[in-house]
T-cell receptor
């Protein structure tokens, strides 16, 4: 069974600075995908970035990058140049590229609340 | 044009009632999901359907019954509602299972009194 751990319940960052949100995962599968989602106070779930287990390059999407360290089983999210609108809950998630009952199942971490100070 | 829509957005009901939440996606995706987010914000999958076929059925009480009339719709019916069913329910869709990211609906906040 897969497991995602986010050890930072809350993080604070100054506007325009960079911040790293930690995520570690546990699976015995070799093929998997790692995802980050943002949930603002309005409640919707917004997809941010994806990393496949076989991808050699770290994923980047605008100000978001995923620091993927396969041997350490970590998939940290880096947000550069933080903005006030980045204040939200952030979830790390994993999906196995497997058939059967794991098909497409996203397993989520506990989430990290990010607060950006002006 | 909303990609994944859910109705209603808010649902307040009494214990013991039966209620339904509807979900529709206009993305042409093959796979749809129901997730439950509890009061501590923890998200857990409940069901997934691929092309109207049930794929994932996590340990969910029999009172919860998903129904997929076509691949664009996945509804959730809940019988005999209990206090512990109070949560936010999210519908999501993806082109396929596996590594595709999932697009989430806006969520339905269910409150059982």
């Amino acid at each position: 069974a897969q497991k995602i751990t986010q050890t930072q319940p809350g993080m604070f960052v100054q506007e325009k600075e960079a911040v790293t949100l930690d995520c570690t995962y546990d699976t015995s599968d070799q093929s998997y995908g790692l995802f980050w989602y943002k949930q603002p106070s309005s409640g919707e779930m917004i997809f941010l970035i994806y990393q496949g287990s076989y991808d050699e390059q770290n994923a980047t999407e605008g100000r978001y990058s995923l620091n993927f360290q396969k041997a350490r089983k970590s998939a940290n999210l880096v947000i550069s140049a933080s903005q006030l609108g980045d204040s939200a809950m952030y979830f790390c998630a994993m999906s196995l590229n497997a058939g059967g009952t794991s098909y497409g199942k996203l397993t989520f971490g506990q989430g990290t609340i990010l607060t950006v100070h002006p | 044009d909303t990609a994944v829509s859910q109705t209603p957005k808010y649902l307040v009901t009494q214990m013991g009632n039966d209620k339904s939440i509807k979900c529709e996606q206009n993305l042409g995706h093959d796979t749809m999901y129901w997730y439950k987010q509890d009061s501590k914000k923890f998200l857990k999958i409940m069901f997934s359907y691929n092309n109207k076929e049930l794929i994932i059925n996590e340990t969910v009480p029999n009172r919860f019954s998903p129904k997929s009339p076509d691949k664009a719709h996945l509804n959730l019916h809940i019988n005999s509602l209990e206090l512990g069913d109070s949560a936010v329910y999210f519908c999501a869709s993806s082109p396929d299972g596996g590594w595709f990211w999932q697009f989430f609906g806006p969520g339905t906040r269910l409150t059982v009194l």
